[in-house]
């Protein structure tokens, strides 16, 4: 694909070989993510980062990864401040705030409310996630997470075992990376959650149809063994009709110190999207593993910012200008990591 | 007027050589708006925009102007997020934000508020909107895009034929738009709207006053017809006690292809002030006009961009200056525009 | 102390020579928030400015301090656009969002939270408020304009008289100024409050044992007299049950001109923490004095951003690099101050 200009709406749109540009991307923006250069890439360009939905991290995410490159930021963070309450239609909204900004990130509640935005938009649309739809750069972070983690185990994507658990039928992220895992060859999908938060049937087809194993189960001690990857969910209160029917789930699918060293293997990755639900009665992924060297979930988050910068950078085009604009850190930053 | 260091309250302060200026130092920023070059005119400076009033699209092109002069922007979105509700007085709120930033750029509810906290403040104030009183970058904004897209087909301003349509009671815009076409010659304005909602009395008669032709009506057949320009409003329903209320006009005056084509003239320029309702039951411009070539509303809103830098360059004394601190984009623009 | 990387989360922190220090560089800083100079010390640095509670004032004090330094600001504006809603431990909100930022300032209603957000913080945290605790800040900026306004007039902060009035019980700046005073000597305390409200005993008896003589009364106009410092707050009405019991205690102690002339000294200087409460029902500090040259409440504010710039610097080490990365303003600054 070509990425100069290109919205990106979608996990769909990448072949294995785009991914590995974005990777490969990724990787260059270290030194600067850690605050060991810093670089001028996009001085002076704008970021419209549209949210019309509450999301912290991932809001905060890009804007960082946006200056790190050396651009400024605008933001919207809630609907009610917008003129869609007075009845103004998508095509207008971008219309407009496409000709304010560089590239536009943007979240929305509604399922297809981003591809319908950068449709009218003058300027390239990043998908920071529309509804249960789609969360690309989210899909990006894992993968890259996972290809960092297995490498420095000397393992790599194709061929691993994977386990999903939880709210599978729910969790946007794991259709996603699920998505993206029909690129590569091989793959041992192990998927335990409750009967009715089953991932959704298509998506298992489209899996074994790629040629990947798939076990589908509720059997969470069976289903840890022999993983390279354990990929929990939060129960995904929000989408059920009532909390109450989110609390029969809660809790049922619990990864913690006891259970990681009974069940799974010795290297085998944690990760989560984030966030974790960390209230007593839900806790499907303990706290006692915080300090466990395979718990990856904050480089997942850190891998995010990396990601995003690769993103902004292709787009934009200035992939291969990072270093030529780039220049030394002026503050104390030993603390840092 | 002297621009250096002046609040831009309202728009009875520009003399028409004032908005010549304005329009003159907008024409060259141009390039900077679309990404030809940037400019570090104001690098360092601060802009406090402090929107205690929901407003996405007016909040975000001041900032992005600001941005794109190479400044630094700080916000308030939220009047629940403020000390005025501890009880504090505007006079507090100026005399201490003010000393924070290098420009203000406010929106406020309140008829007055805005000047009222000028009057206290240490540094230049924009009204971005008080109420239902003053928005004057709008009006400047609406009437320097009649300008230039009269000038693309040989008319001028002087003399022109305007269609005012919709809530002219309660349409701060036609208000401000209409203060400073008194600057100009011999125009001929249609007010076109429901008896109830018309423009005020004392407006006509200083349209009168000033040697302009004044035309009031309920037919809007009759009054599209021989007009450079027709410019839209949509129904101020929060300036109305009750939806219902609102609801006895909404859709009542209404634009569509159909109708352009049997009243307007080939030429005559489509506005709006934006946000329009695109909802099915007020469309008072209708989307099928989107790909209309005389279709301007999203040229304002660009102009916008424009005329705001204009603004901020006068007041802080840099309008000569954008060149010298200008350089190269290094991004790729080519999907822009 | 060792300021580099380190957290600042409470006065207790501080010994005499560290606050010396953080004068000395707020000294220092006062070219540049004049904008005499600008400086780019933290080019590239990212602020993550974390507002869990309404804040504006604090906020952007700290997010101008920050640009004023050269660096990036990124904002969470409200504690509902959080991941905390969605059961997130502040652990985990502190490991990921300090991946994004080279120092946070965090505000958060419960006592206690900033601190442990620190803890599992990848980068330095300022504490800007956990609510009824710790305001450092504050405290420092509160005492670094008592230093100055002394200074004018040839007195030091030992040996000086300073009176407390209002809200003594929940206003958690006088108890954060009562703190830092402790590093000083043979201070006098008059403590002016409703029986209800008075200082809590704690810190009344940690005055008394650092040497310092403590009035304490509930008669204004007595207490008012032979100060060189007086300090208002306001009916910290959050703080209690209903806005009745608030009721009670509001508007009871006030200070106007006619007060001070009768009873306080030529030069006794005026303080408060701001928010003021100016409804005609509180009024604890009148307007009829805003004119008045003793009243140092806006220079409060402009202190605090010299304060804030200077923590920013000490933190990251670039206190004694500011001169270096400095350049001249290039826009209009002479109606300002």
Same mark, same amino acid.
């Given at each position: 694909?070509?990425?100069?200009?290109?919205?990106?709406?979608?996990?769909?749109?990448?072949?294995?070989?785009?991914?590995?540009?974005?990777?490969?991307?990724?990787?260059?923006?270290?030194?600067?993510?850690?605050?060991?250069?810093?670089?001028?890439?996009?001085?002076?360009?704008?970021?419209?980062?549209?949210?019309?939905?509450?999301?912290?991290?991932?809001?905060?995410?890009?804007?960082?990864?946006?200056?790190?490159?050396?651009? +400024?930021?605008?933001?919207?963070?809630?609907?009610?401040?917008?003129?869609?309450?007075?009845?103004?239609?998508?095509?207008?909204?971008?219309?407009?705030?496409?000709?304010?900004?560089?590239?536009?990130?943007?979240? +929305?509640?509604?399922?297809?409310?981003?591809?319908?935005?950068?449709?009218?938009?003058?300027?390239?649309?990043?998908?920071?996630?529309?509804?249960?739809?789609?969360?690309?750069?989210?899909? =990006? =972070?894992?993968?890259?997470? @996972?290809?960092?983690? =297995?490498?420095?185990?000397?393992?790599?994507?194709?061929?691993?075992?994977?386990?999903?658990?939880?709210?599978?039928? +729910?969790?946007?992220?794991?259709?996603?990376?699920?998505?993206?895992?029909?690129?590569?060859?091989?793959?041992?999908?192990?998927?335990?959650?409750?009967?009715?938060?089953?991932?959704?049937?298509? @998506?298992?087809?489209?899996?074994?149809?790629?040629? +990947?194993?798939?076990?589908?189960?509720?059997?969470?001690?069976?289903?840890?063994?022999?993983?390279?990857?354990?990929? =929990?969910?939060?129960?995904?209160?929000?989408?059920?009709?009532?909390?109450?029917?989110?609390?029969?789930?809660?809790?049922?699918?619990?990864?913690?110190?006891?259970?990681?060293?009974?069940?799974?293997?010795?290297?085998?990755?944690?990760?989560?999207?984030?966030?974790?639900?960390?209230?007593?009665?839900?806790?499907?992924?303990?706290?006692?593993?915080?300090?466990?060297?395979?718990?990856?979930?904050?480089?997942?988050?850190?891998?995010?910012?990396?990601?995003?910068?690769?993103?902004?950078?292709?787009?934009?085009?200035?992939?291969?200008?990072?270093?030529?604009?780039?220049?030394?850190?002026?503050?104390?930053?030993?603390?840092?990591?």
């Amino acid at each position: 694909m070509d990425f100069h200009g290109a919205h990106i709406l979608s996990v769909k749109q990448f072949e294995r070989a785009d991914v590995d540009v974005v990777f490969r991307v990724a990787d260059g923006m270290e030194p600067y993510a850690q605050r060991k250069r810093i670089t001028k890439a996009l001085d002076g360009a704008i970021l419209g980062n549209m949210f019309f939905e509450p999301s912290t991290r991932t809001r905060v995410s890009f804007g960082c990864a946006f200056n790190l490159l050396g651009g +400024h930021v605008r933001e919207t963070t809630d609907i009610k401040t917008s003129s869609l309450t007075k009845g103004e239609s998508l095509y207008d909204t971008a219309r407009v705030t496409s000709g304010y900004s560089d590239v536009v990130v943007m979240r +929305h509640p509604k399922v297809g409310s981003v591809a319908e935005f950068a449709a009218a938009s003058r300027v390239p649309v990043i998908n920071g996630g529309d509804g249960s739809n789609e969360h690309p750069s989210q899909a =990006l =972070l894992d993968l890259y997470t @996972i290809k960092k983690e =297995l490498k420095s185990n000397d393992r790599e994507i194709d061929g691993m075992h994977i386990a999903m658990v939880g709210d599978l039928v +729910h969790g946007r992220t794991v259709h996603s990376l699920s998505q993206l895992l029909l690129l590569y060859n091989n793959i041992t999908f192990t998927l335990i959650s409750p009967a009715e938060l089953r991932m959704p049937a298509e @998506i298992v087809a489209e899996l074994k149809a790629a040629g +990947h194993r798939v076990v589908e189960t509720e059997d969470m001690e069976a289903g840890l063994q022999d993983n390279d990857t354990v990929y =929990l969910t939060r129960i995904q209160e929000e989408r059920f009709t009532t909390k109450l029917e989110a609390d029969i789930y809660r809790g049922r699918f619990r990864l913690n110190q006891a259970i990681y060293t009974r069940y799974c293997q010795p290297n085998t990755i944690i990760m989560h999207p984030l966030p974790r639900d960390s209230r007593k009665e839900a806790s499907e992924l303990d706290n006692d593993l915080n300090q466990h060297p395979n718990l990856a979930i904050f480089r997942q988050t850190d891998n995010g910012v990396l990601v995003r910068m690769a993103l902004f950078a292709l787009i934009l085009g200035v992939a291969d200008k990072i270093e030529q604009s780039a220049g030394e850190v002026g503050w104390y930053t030993e603390g840092r990591f």
